[in-house]
Each structure stands twice: as structure tokens, then as C-alpha cells.
């Protein structure tokens, strides 16, 4: 692989396509950058399967990815998520045509019937005579993904054996999963089986660039904010709107306010930025889901749960997290400029109904096909593919706030949320896991 890959851009590694402040433009578009990211970066990384809610029971499952890789993740007749290949060991046919579902019997392949356990054992092949001393079933289980962790009742899998424990891969993202959790008042989480997504043509690193910057808005989504403004007088000021057009609000902020809102970089090429979306609940919700968060932790942690706003925690390379509106959205490749981003909503037993409907209408305004905002992204995601295909330019610039990091711990970076040091950070990685052979 990594053969094809310098070979095709003329003798130099995977690295080498990363500057401090520059990356090479055939990062977004070559085949062989894609094929080699899939092995050493979503073969390396812990990449977010599911929620436990998703499979409360033994049999239950959904369909998920690792890269371009399908795979099952099911809960066996002992409570345990097992997660294996979506591929039948005889002829390679996909096991399961669906995106969920009960199988408590195990998984049979459609194409000549072999049956396989949870754990991708074979249980049981058809003509089983005809393989007499030939083929030993023991040999021909489906492979399971070797690593798989929760945080939380969130279920992460790696194909690498030797990674580093799921909670050092989160590091101090962790305590975005803790502040969705915490905003449960029972402590019970669910996953709706509805979810909302969008393919577009582009690269799968495109999301990752683009969801926290704060340049942008200002200018891909201005139409956008002409028209949220126009509602916002129609319905008497922006406190009356619903998440969707807060959004859209939002995004026509100006730079100075940005540049005053922060932005958090970690090791791994994770980020996040300061909530800024500002919509609250209508008073009613906020009295009574205040006073549900008090009752369960009391009321410094309640107004410490409810008062942690970040928008978007990007946790590379796979999925953003947003705990204020109770959405997750998984990012998956299919090709160098084919991505499918699929975004899942959460409800809380015990929270007012507004805040699952707040999270619904986030996450159809910021990732549905309805959405009034990406469309403006995917076209220009599009229109990147195109520019960097010709011309002489190689070198794409990163430069955006290099100088301007506020502070730094062992644990996180905080800088302007104008900064593109988020970008930086992420092909800081990226090269890392690139670059190991
Ligand atoms: S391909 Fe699955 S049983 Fe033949
Ligand atoms: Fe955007």
C-alpha cells in the first residue's frame, strides 16, 4: 500500500504530505491516501459504534462502521456487546441487509445458509457433509473487532490490539460524554432509532474541517442568516426561536465575537468551541428540568451540568458530539470524495419533552437533508474536490491563528475559535497514525 501511495506522489510518505502549517492537496482526493487512512488511522483509532440503548436485549443489533468496514455490533444472551465483521467467512456475502434488528437465533448468511453466534462463531453450515474432514467450523468464524469499550453505556471499537485504553484515546474529551450523561435526570440515556443524515461529495475530512469553523458561517451561510433574521422579527425576537433558525442566527455573529470564544485542541486531534448557539428552553422547561438535575445531583453540579455549553466536540476521526442538544453524529467514508454523516439524537426519562424536541430539531437543522445551513457545506466540499483536481497549487495553507494559542496544559490547548489550530491539530495526528508503519 504504502508502495502505490509513494509512487503516486513521487517518492515521499504519508507524512511528508503534512507542514507545520500546510497539507498536501492529495490528502482529500487519492485513492491510495484513502486506503492507507483506512488501515492506520480507522484501523488504529477507537471509532464510536453505538449506545447501549440501542441494544437493550440479548439477540438485539445495528449495523455500524469502522472505516469502510461494516460491522455488527449485538448483545449476546450473557449482556455482552460483541462486535464482529458484517461478512460471511464462506463466500464473503454481507450478513446482515439491515441497519438493525433481533437475531436471537445468531446470524444466518442468505446466500447458503451458514449460522453464525454472536460472537462470530460458526454454529452450524449447510451440507455439512460434503466438508466432512475438509473444513473444521472452528476454522471459519466471522472475525470480531479485537477491542471493544464503553464509556459511559457509549460503545467504542479498534482493530488495533495494541491501543491504548478507550479512556486515554477520550482524554479530557471525556467530560463532554459526562455532561450528556449528567443531563439526564435519571441517568438513563436513550439512542432513537430515527436517525437523520446526508451523503456528500467530498472527503470525509472535510466535516471534520469545517463544523467548528468559525470563519465561515459568516460567509457560505450569509443567505441563511438573512432569512433567520427576517423570521426572528416575524415571531418577535430571537429568544422566541427554535433551534434550527438559532443556528442560523448564530452563524451571522461577527468575527469579534468569535474571536473572543474559545476554542480547546487535544492530543489526537480532537477539539471543541464554545457554546454559542445561545436558544434556551422555554421557562417552564427550564424550571422543571433544573429542578429534575437538582434532585439528582444536587444544585452546584446541576448548575454546573446545565451551564457546560460547547458547541461540537469533534472526537477524531470518527464523530461530533454536541451533549447540549443531545446529538451524536458519526462520520464515515465510502470513498476518497464520498461521505455519509449520519446523526443520532438522545432523549433523557425524567427531562421535560422539550429537550428531546430540541435535540430533534437540532439535529434535522445541522444534519438532515432538510437542513437549511449544510447544503451551503456540501456544495462547497464539492466545489473543493473540483479546485484541487487541477492547477499548480499543492499546498493547501492551515495558517489561520497560528500565533494566537491563550493557554496550554498537559491535557488541552485553548486558542481563538477563529484559529484553524483545530485543523493543524488534527493532521498533527493524522500523520502520526499516517506515519507508523
Ligand atoms: S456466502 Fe455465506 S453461506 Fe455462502
Ligand atoms: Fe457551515
Redesign the pocket.
Known amino acids: 500500500m504504502a508502495t502505490m501511495l509513494e509512487e503516486r506522489i513521487g517518492g515521499i510518505g504519508p507524512a511528508d504530505l503534512v507542514r507545520d502549517h500546510e497539507v498536501h492537496r492529495s490528502v482529500y482526493s487519492d485513492p491510495a491516501v484513502f486506503r492507507l487512512e483506512m488501515r492506520r488511522i480507522f484501523g488504529r483509532a477507537w471509532i464510536y459504534l453505538a449506545h447501549d440503548s440501542e441494544v437493550p436485549n440479548a439477540g438485539d443489533y445495528v449495523v455500524r462502521h469502522i472505516g469502510t468496514q461494516a460491522v455488527i455490533v449485538t448483545r449476546d444472551k450473557d449482556g455482552a456487546v460483541k462486535v464482529i465483521f458484517n461478512r460471511?467467512?464462506?463466500?464473503?456475502?454481507t450478513?446482515c441487509a439491515f441497519e438493525r434488528g433481533q437475531a436471537p437465533g445468531g446470524h444466518m448468511?442468505?446466500?447458503?445458509?451458514?449460522l453464525f453466534a454472536a460472537d462470530g462463531t460458526l454454529k452450524s453450515i449447510?451440507h455439512k457433509q460434503n466438508y466432512e474432514e475438509v473444513l473444521d467450523p472452528a476454522d471459519w468464524a466471522v472475525t470480531r473487532v479485537p477491542r471493544v469499550e464503553a464509556y459511559r453505556g457509549f460503545i467504542f471499537g479498534c482493530l488495533d490490539r495494541e491501543a491504548a485504553p478507550l479512556l486515554d484515546f477520550l482524554g479530557h474529551m471525556s467530560t463532554t460524554i459526562d455532561d450528556l450523561v449528567d443531563r439526564s435526570p435519571t441517568g438513563e440515556v436513550l439512542c432513537s432509532p430515527y436517525v437523520l443524515k446526508h451523503y456528500y461529495r467530498g472527503n470525509w475530512k472535510m466535516t471534520f474541517e469545517n463544523l467548528n469553523d468559525t470563519i465561515h458561517p459568516g460567509f457560505a451561510h450569509a443567505a441563511s442568516v438573512v432569512s433567520a433574521k427576517h423570521v426572528a422579527e416575524e415571531v418577535g425576537g430571537p429568544e422566541h426561536l427554535k433551534p434550527t433558525l438559532g443556528m442560523m442566527m448564530a452563524n451571522g455573529k461577527p468575527i469579534s465575537f468569535f474571536q473572543q470564544l474559545d476554542m480547546v485542541t487535544a492530543p489526537g486531534g480532537h477539539s471543541y468551541i464554545g457554546g454559542h448557539m445561545g436558544a434556551d428552553y422555554t421557562p417552564d422547561t427550564q424550571n422543571a428540568y433544573h429542578a429534575a438535575l437538582v434532585a439528582r445531583h444536587g444544585p452546584e453540579k446541576a448548575a454546573k451540568v446545565l451551564g457546560l455549553d460547547r458547541h461540537l466536540m469533534l472526537l477524531y476521526p470518527s464523530s461530533t458530539w454536541h451533549a447540549r442538544y443531545q446529538t451524536v453524529r458519526i462520520v464515515r467514508p465510502v470513498k476518497p470524495d464520498l461521505t455519509e454523516v449520519i446523526g443520532y439524537t438522545f432523549s433523557f426519562p425524567g427531562a421535560p419533552e422539550e429537550t428531546r424536541i430540541n435535540a430533534i430539531e437540532y439535529c434535522t437543522g445541522a444534519n438532515s437533508a432538510a437542513s437549511p445551513v449544510i447544503s451551503d457545506d456540501l456544495e462547497l466540499y464539492e466545489r473543493m474536490i473540483h479546485g484541487n483536481a487541477w492547477g499548480d497549487q499543492e499546498w493547501i495553507p492551515m495558517s489561520r491563528g497560528v500565533r494566537e494559542d491563550r493557554e496550554t496544559t498537559n491535557e488541552w490547548t485553548r486558542q481563538p475559535s477563529t484559529s484553524e489550530g483545530y485543523i493543524r491539530n488534527q493532521f498533527r495526528a493524522w500523520a502520526a497514525y499516517m506515519g507508523r508503519s
Open positions: 460471511c467467512t464462506h463466500r464473503g456475502a450478513l448468511c442468505p446466500y447458503h445458509g451458514w449447510s
